[in-house]
Each structure stands twice: as structure tokens, then as C-alpha cells.
Nanobody, 129 residues
């Protein structure tokens, strides 16, 4: 059984940085597309960043493009999200997700929650001035 566990969340001041990690157990992440999503209070879960199985293809939500970087270390079965220049509106619970597919289509398939088969429990990120 696959388990994803996020870590690295916390409270940070506006403009600061955080690095989230997502560690997988039960199955190596090598070969599987992964992504980060987030859900703010009283809002729907939304796409943040995507990585194909090897990390060569990455995609970002417009709201985080240029500030966040997704990466992965398949040997360690761990995915990361480096978040810089954090804004108050980045406050949310951040979830990692893994698909059974290695690549998701660039027509938006990678943005769809339904394309991901495994989810972590989430880690809270709070940004305030």
C-alpha cells in the first residue's frame, strides 16, 4: 500500500521561503507522475505544480510560476516543493499526490485531481506579514 507523507510546512513571514517534502513508502516513485496541490480555508483544492516521472517535464500554476520549484529524487522516493517569495495568499494545506501514470497530458490532465491515485495527509503552510 502506498503512503505519502508531507513535511516541512509551518509559519513564515511574507517574502520568506519554505521547502516541502513528500516521502513515499510502499512503492518507489520512480516511474510515476507526481504533483502538489493546495487547499485554502473554504476553497477547493487546486493544482500547484507537476512533475513527470523523471522530473524533466514540470508545470506550474500561474499563481506560483517563478516562485515555486518542484523537484524529485527518485532514489530517495521523495518529492520536493521549494517555495520562495511567499505571499499571504499561499496560505493553505499542501498535499502531494502520485499518479499510476508516468506522464500526464499537457492539455491540463496534470491539473486534474482525478488523475492522481494516491494522496498525502497534507501539511499546513501559513504566510503572514
Amino acid at each position: 500500500q502506498v503512503q505519502l507523507v508531507e513535511s516541512g510546512g509551518g509559519s513564515v513571514k511574507t517574502g520568506g521561503s519554505l521547502r516541502l517534502s513528500c516521502s513515499a513508502s510502499g512503492r518507489a516513485i520512480n516511474g510515476f507522475a507526481m504533483a502538489w496541490f493546495r487547499q485554502a480555508l473554504e476553497k477547493e483544492r487546486e493544482f500547484v505544480a507537476y512533475s513527470n516521472w523523471i522530473g524533466i517535464v514540470t508545470e506550474y500554476a500561474d499563481s506560483v510560476n517563478g516562485r515555486f520549484t518542484i523537484s524529485r529524487d527518485n532514489a530517495k522516493s521523495t518529492m520536493y516543493l521549494q517555495m520562495n517569495s511567499l505571499k499571504d495568499e499561499d496560505t493553505a494545506v499542501y498535499y502531494c499526490a502520485m499518479s499510476r501514470k508516468g506522464n500526464l497530458r499537457d492539455d491540463g490532465q496534470f491539473r486534474s485531481l482525478s488523475e492522481y491515485d494516491y494522496w498525502g495527509q497534507g501539511t499546513q503552510v501559513t504566510v503572514s506579514s
